[in-house]
Each structure stands twice: as structure tokens, then as C-alpha cells.
């Protein structure tokens, strides 16, 4: 009986490490796949809120952390500088807006540094389906309306829903939804027309502080 027991226990344990083994091996053999896929999908987003004719540098491989209020949280926010001719122009920025109807908004915005907003897309959202959702591009073109508006330092009025005087749109019967983004993108914007006074002590993504 014992015997037995030890043979079904070295069975089952030669069956873990096979398991464990190839489980190691599929992993290995597909996460340069699902690394690419991840580079073209970030690549379509950048697509998407900055013309090509701005920079003509791999915005990926150009990546800081940056840490600020006014990206919404205190956590560090990614950033990839965009150059022309080598001189930095502009800047896309993962950002939060934490004030959302359902919580926490994350959002991608590019920006020059005079204020002029290129382009935002949602990178994630939980708001109510059919009101606040809104923001997402495959469901209406609202977020497109942020396309080259410039923004004239932090006291301009037009950057609100038009409920508050501004010259965005808000959605029937949701309201917090698309105050939240836009006052996320005027912050995020407004913080981007700072960077090239942070160039030289911004942290590359990756970087441990020493």
C-alpha cells in the first residue's frame, strides 16, 4: 500500500514539473509576440492623438516617468517625448482623471508646449454604459473634440462643459463623465507646456532611483 501511494506521488509530482515545464516554455516562446502586439497597439493610440508631421523620432523608445498633481494621482505617469530634428516639440502623457462618475479615468493626451492639444483617447473607464461611456471613441466622436484646441493658461474659461460656461460638449443625463476628462486634458496639457524645464531631471522608464 505504501509503495503504491509513493508511486502515485512520484506520478503525480513528474506531471507537475511537466506541466510547470511547459507552462515555462509556451511563456517564453510567446512573450516577444504579445510584447510586439503591445508596441503596435501603443503605436495605433499615438497614431490617433499625434499627427506624424509633428515628430520623427520612436516616441516608445522615449519614455519618462513623471510625477505631478495635476496628472491626477500621485503615482508616476508615463511620458513619451516626441522631437523634430532632434529638439523636443511635444509630449504624449498617460494621465488619470480621478473623478469620474464610476471612478478613476485613464486617459492618453499629446500636447505642444504652447498649449496646443493634439489629440485624447481613453486608455480605460468604467462609467455607465450608454450615458457615460461616451468617451470612448468606438461609441461617439466626442473625445475627437479636443483635436488641436489650444488651451491659454490655467484661468481660460472655455475649458469646461458648456453646462459650466465652456465649449465642450456634455452628454443628456451625464455630466460628471466629460467634466472629468476635460478637466483632466486641460490639466494634463497645461503640465506638458512645463517639460522642457524638466528635461534634464526627468527619469527614463525602467530607471531605479539611485
Known amino acids: 500500500m505504501l509503495a503504491t501511494m509513493r508511486r502515485y506521488g512520484m506520478t503525480l509530482a513528474f506531471f507537475g514539473i511537466l506541466m510547470t515545464g511547459m507552462t515555462a516554455l509556451v511563456n517564453l516562446l510567446t512573450k ?40 491626477g494621482t500621485a503615482t508616476p505617469h508615463r511620458m513619451y517625448l ?12 498617460e494621465t488619470t482623471a480621478p473623478d469620474g462618475y464610476s471612478g ?10 504652447h498649449g496646443k492639444v493634439f489629440g485624447t483617447r481613453v486608455l480605460e473607464q468604467h462609467e455607465t454604459p450608454g450615458l457615460g461611456d461616451k468617451i470612448e471613441v468606438r461609441i461617439s466622436d466626442w473625445i475627437k473634440s479636443f483635436a488641436n484646441q489650444t488651451i491659454n493658461g490655467a484661468s481660460d474659461a472655455r475649458w469646461a462643459v458648456k453646462k459650466d460656461g465652456g465649449m465642450f460638449d ?3 443625463g451625464a ?36
Open 32 to 71: 516577444p509576440t504579445i510584447e510586439h502586439q503591445a508596441l503596435l497597439q501603443q503605436k495605433s493610440l499615438f497614431d490617433q492623438v499625434i499627427p506624424a508631421s509633428v515628430y520623427d523620432n520612436n516616441m516608445q523608445q522615449e519614455c519618462y516617468n513623471v510625477t505631478n498633481a495635476s496628472l
Open 82 to 93: 516626441a522631437r523634430k530634428d532632434g529638439q523636443p516639440v511635444a509630449a504624449v502623457v
Open 104 to 113: 478613476a479615468i485613464q486617459l492618453l493626451v499629446a500636447a505642444d508646449f
Open 170 to 172: 456634455q452628454f443628456t
Open 175 to 210: 455630466t460628471i463623465t466629460p467634466r472629468a476628462v476635460v478637466r483632466s486634458v486641460k490639466r494634463t496639457a497645461l503640465f506638458i507646456e512645463t517639460v522642457p524645464a524638466q528635461l534634464s531631471h526627468l527619469t527614463p522608464c525602467g530607471a531605479r532611483d539611485e
